[in-house]
């Protein structure tokens, strides 16, 4: 299965809380993000389709930047993964829909 991907993906690693369908948060870790998506590991899966709201925090180090910038991103869950390597965590595919920069 060949993958198809709209832009540079960067290896970030940086905590997340995400909030699906229902209220549910989940936390964990961005572990690559690009401008249309991003790949987490959470404590638990979400069911692809679903609706996600999540806000990432960008260190001012990793985008050269004089302050940490703050996003918040509404999305939607395209693909799981299962834990890999004796790992507990899940891998969860979201494209981000639409995002803002808060203040």
Do not use: W
């Not at 993000?33 to 069911?47: H, K, N, T």
């Not at 806000?55 to 910038?69: F, H, L, N, W």
């Not at 390597?85 to 995002?99: E, F, P």
């Amino acid at each position: 299965m060949s993958e198809v991907r709209t832009g540079k993906r960067f290896d970030v690693h940086l905590p997340i809380k995400i909030s699906g369908e229902g209220a549910q948060t989940h936390e964990g870790q961005t572990d690559n993000l690009s401008a249309a998506g991003v790949f987490l590991s959470l404590d638990q899966s979400l069911e692809v389709g679903s609706q996600v709201e999540f806000d990432i925090t960008m260190p001012a180090s990793v985008i050269g930047a004089e302050k940490d910038v703050r996003i918040h991103c509404h999305g939607r869950v395209v693909r799981t993964e299962g834990p890999k390597d004796g790992a507990t965590n899940s891998g969860v595919a979201c494209v981000i829909d639409k995002y803002e920069f808060i203040r």
